[in-house]
């Protein structure tokens, strides 16, 4: 079983919150048999944080875990505190396989995205 | 003379600023002649500000301004200081255009864009 992890800030403000909800259903919607479960968290904040998503994501039998971090520049919560997360969920659980992307603000397809979202 | 403004958050950190800016670069080489100029801001901390950049445009002629707000989540920044901003503007310069789009995390392109960069 396979799982991608859309992994947000996490805001104070509630509606950001659910944006990421939604958004998530909307990965989900289009990933077709892509993946087994579609799920995200917060790295602060609001919940539930990665390990807890982790966490019930091992229990339900995944065993590949793709965490997608949904920030826009490669800051210190990219390049420090996720790694040092996903560390952490490697050591419990030995037996699955973690993959981090980098962030989504350095997918090549961000500029067309751009001139594309720009046109609306 | 048409023109689109990348208006990112701003950082602390210096590299995270420079993404922007090498982003821009990107959309530039992409966009062909849609734009006759395509051009940053940052809402805070780092330089150009919004109206800064709003100022050089105009001196330079422009008459249509699109801002895209390169933000994941549509919070205070995005629903009130960027309006906010642009009234200012328009009321500077009542003979220019301006567009504000919605933020970049809310486009209909952003499920599609987190599936296929996953994959990389």
Do not use: Q, W
Not at 26 to 39: C, F, H, P, Q, R
Not at 72 to 77: D, P, R, V
Request: glycine share 4%; net charge neutral; with cysteine.
């Amino acid at each position: 079983m396979n799982a991608l992890i859309i992994l947000a800030h996490g805001s104070r403000r509630e509606e950001s919150n659910i944006e990421i909800k939604n958004l998530a259903n909307k990965v989900k919607e289009l990933a077709g048999s892509e993946y087994n479960i579609i799920d995200y968290a917060y790295l602060e904040i609001a919940k539930p944080s990665l390990l807890n998503c982790i966490d019930n994501l091992i229990k339900e039998g995944t065993k590949n875990i793709n965490v997608l971090p949904y920030f826009l520049n490669s800051g210190i919560h990219v390049t420090k505190d996720i790694p040092k997360i996903i560390e952490t969920a490697s050591i419990k659980y030995p037996d699955c396989h973690f993959k981090v992307s980098n962030c989504i603000g350095l997918t090549e397809e961000m500029p067309a995205t751009i001139l594309n979202h720009a046109r609306l």
